[in-house]
Nanobody
Framework: QVQFVESGGGLVQPGGSLRLSCAASGSIFSIYVMGWYRQAPGKQRELVAGITAGANTKYADSVKGRFTISRDNAKNTVYLQMNSLKPEDTAVYYC?????????WGQGTQVTVSS
Protein backbone atom coordinates (compact mmCIF):
# COMPACT_ATOMS: atom_id res chain seq x y z
CA GLN A 1 0.00 0.00 0.00
CA VAL A 2 1.22 3.50 -0.84
CA GLN A 3 0.56 6.45 1.44
CA PHE A 4 0.86 10.12 0.53
CA VAL A 5 1.94 13.13 2.58
CA GLU A 6 1.31 16.50 0.97
CA SER A 7 3.04 19.72 2.05
CA GLY A 8 3.87 23.22 0.92
CA GLY A 9 0.48 24.90 1.06
CA GLY A 10 -0.23 28.21 2.68
CA LEU A 11 -1.69 31.68 2.30
CA VAL A 12 -0.52 33.64 -0.72
CA GLN A 13 -1.63 36.82 -2.44
CA PRO A 14 -3.10 36.75 -5.94
CA GLY A 15 -0.29 36.52 -8.47
CA GLY A 16 1.96 34.72 -6.03
CA SER A 17 3.55 31.27 -6.21
CA LEU A 18 3.72 28.11 -4.17
CA ARG A 19 5.43 24.77 -4.63
CA LEU A 20 3.64 21.72 -3.31
CA SER A 21 5.34 18.42 -2.54
CA CYS A 22 3.89 14.95 -2.18
CA ALA A 23 6.01 12.27 -0.56
CA ALA A 24 4.88 8.72 -1.26
CA SER A 25 5.80 5.62 0.66
CA GLY A 26 6.35 2.39 -1.18
CA SER A 27 8.79 1.37 -3.88
CA ILE A 28 6.07 0.88 -6.50
CA PHE A 29 5.46 4.61 -6.73
CA SER A 30 7.49 4.99 -9.92
CA ILE A 31 5.23 2.81 -12.07
CA TYR A 32 2.07 4.82 -11.55
CA VAL A 33 0.68 7.81 -13.34
CA MET A 34 0.43 10.42 -10.61
CA GLY A 35 -1.88 13.36 -10.28
CA TRP A 36 -2.47 16.47 -8.23
CA TYR A 37 -6.09 17.03 -7.32
CA ARG A 38 -7.90 19.79 -5.50
CA GLN A 39 -11.18 20.21 -3.70
CA ALA A 40 -12.67 23.61 -3.02
CA PRO A 41 -15.43 24.09 -0.43
CA GLY A 42 -18.73 22.79 -1.75
CA LYS A 43 -17.18 21.38 -4.90
CA GLN A 44 -16.11 17.97 -6.09
CA ARG A 45 -12.49 16.94 -6.10
CA GLU A 46 -10.92 17.55 -9.51
CA LEU A 47 -7.72 16.55 -11.27
CA VAL A 48 -5.57 19.59 -12.04
CA ALA A 49 -2.39 17.94 -13.33
CA GLY A 50 -1.07 14.49 -14.14
CA ILE A 51 2.33 13.00 -14.95
CA THR A 52 3.25 9.60 -16.32
CA ALA A 53 6.22 7.50 -15.26
CA GLY A 54 7.99 8.85 -18.33
CA ALA A 55 7.20 12.45 -17.33
CA ASN A 56 4.53 13.18 -19.91
CA THR A 57 2.17 15.74 -18.43
CA LYS A 58 -1.40 16.95 -18.73
CA TYR A 59 -3.25 19.86 -17.17
CA ALA A 60 -6.76 21.07 -16.56
CA ASP A 61 -7.59 24.05 -18.75
CA SER A 62 -8.00 26.22 -15.66
CA VAL A 63 -4.34 25.83 -14.66
CA LYS A 64 -2.62 25.35 -18.02
CA GLY A 65 0.32 27.68 -18.41
CA ARG A 66 0.41 28.49 -14.68
CA PHE A 67 1.02 25.13 -12.96
CA THR A 68 3.83 22.64 -13.59
CA ILE A 69 3.85 19.07 -12.35
CA SER A 70 7.05 17.10 -11.97
CA ARG A 71 8.25 13.96 -10.23
CA ASP A 72 11.43 12.53 -8.76
CA ASN A 73 11.08 8.76 -8.76
CA ALA A 74 14.30 8.30 -6.79
CA LYS A 75 12.76 10.34 -3.97
CA ASN A 76 9.21 8.99 -4.42
CA THR A 77 8.03 12.59 -4.66
CA VAL A 78 5.71 14.54 -6.92
CA TYR A 79 5.77 18.34 -7.09
CA LEU A 80 3.35 21.01 -8.23
CA GLN A 81 4.77 24.43 -9.00
CA MET A 82 1.93 26.95 -8.96
CA ASN A 83 2.49 30.41 -10.39
CA SER A 84 0.18 33.36 -11.04
CA LEU A 85 -2.19 32.07 -8.40
CA LYS A 86 -5.80 33.23 -8.42
CA PRO A 87 -8.44 33.29 -5.68
CA GLU A 88 -10.25 30.49 -7.50
CA ASP A 89 -7.22 28.25 -6.93
CA THR A 90 -8.10 28.21 -3.24
CA ALA A 91 -8.65 24.57 -2.24
CA VAL A 92 -7.18 21.60 -0.43
CA TYR A 93 -4.65 19.96 -2.72
CA TYR A 94 -4.03 16.22 -2.77
CA CYS A 95 -1.88 13.82 -4.72
CA UNK A 96 -2.81 10.31 -5.73
CA UNK A 97 -2.51 7.95 -8.63
CA UNK A 98 -4.40 8.82 -11.80
CA UNK A 99 -7.05 7.44 -11.73
CA UNK A 100 -7.29 7.55 -7.92
CA UNK A 101 -8.69 4.06 -7.45
CA UNK A 102 -5.73 2.17 -5.99
CA UNK A 103 -4.71 4.11 -2.87
CA UNK A 104 -6.31 6.04 -0.04
CA TRP A 105 -6.14 9.83 0.08
CA GLY A 106 -3.69 11.72 2.25
CA GLN A 107 -4.68 14.69 4.38
CA GLY A 108 -3.89 17.19 1.67
CA THR A 109 -2.43 20.67 1.99
CA GLN A 110 -4.50 23.86 2.12
CA VAL A 111 -3.83 26.57 -0.44
CA THR A 112 -5.52 29.91 0.14
CA VAL A 113 -5.16 32.73 -2.38
CA SER A 114 -6.35 35.99 -0.93
CA SER A 115 -5.31 39.58 -0.54
Amino acid sequence: QVQFVESGGGLVQPGGSLRLSCAASGSIFSIYVMGWYRQAPGKQRELVAGITAGANTKYADSVKGRFTISRDNAKNTVYLQMNSLKPEDTAVYYCNADPPKYFTWGQGTQVTVSS
